[in-house]
C-alpha cells in the first residue's frame, strides 16, 4: 500500500465510521439497539439521548454502533478485505468516501472560521 492509498484509505475509513456511528440518515440501522432516554434539564428542556439496550446480542450491537473507535475496527477490516478480495468496488468505494471525508473536514474548518 502506497503512501498516498493509505491517506485515502483513513479518509474513507473516518467518513464511513461517522456515517455509522453519527450521521442521521443510518439512524434507522442504529434504532433497533437503542433505548431512547428522555431527560428534563435545568432549563425544563426535554433532551433525548439514545443509550445502547442493557443486554443481549442487540445490546452487544448497540454499544459497537456507538462507539466510533469499535465501529472503527470493523470498518477498516471491511475495508481491507474489500481491498483484498473485490477490489473493483474497493477503489471507488476509497476515492468516494475518502473526498467525502476530506469535504467534511474543510467544511468543518470553514464553519469554525466564519467563511462564507
Known amino acids: 500500500m502506497t503512501w498516498l492509498e493509505f491517506v485515502l484509505f483513513g479518509m474513507a ?7 455509522i456511528v453519527f450521521d442521521q440518515i443510518t439512524d ?57 478480495y473485490t477490489p473493483l468496488l474497493y477503489k471507488p468505494m476509497v476515492i468516494i468516501f475518502a473526498a467525502a471525508g476530506l469535504a467534511a473536514l474543510i467544511e468543518t474548518w470553514v464553519q469554525s472560521k466564519n467563511i462564507g
Do not use: H
Not at 475509513?13 to 456515517?19: G, I, N, P, W, Y
Not at 435545568?42 to 448497540?62: H, I, M, N
Open 13 to 19: 475509513a473516518f467518513r464511513l465510521t461517522r456515517l
Open 28 to 84: 434507522w440501522m442504529r434504532r433497533p439497539f437503542m433505548d431512547k432516554v428522555e431527560e428534563i434539564n435545568s432549563e425544563g428542556e426535554t433532551e433525548v439521548y439514545f443509550l445502547p439496550k442493557e443486554s443481549g446480542l442487540r445490546g452487544w450491537l448497540g454499544a459497537l454502533l456507538s462507539c466510533y473507535w469499535c465501529t472503527g475496527i470493523w470498518v477498516t477490516a471491511g475495508m481491507f478485505l474489500a481491498r483484498t
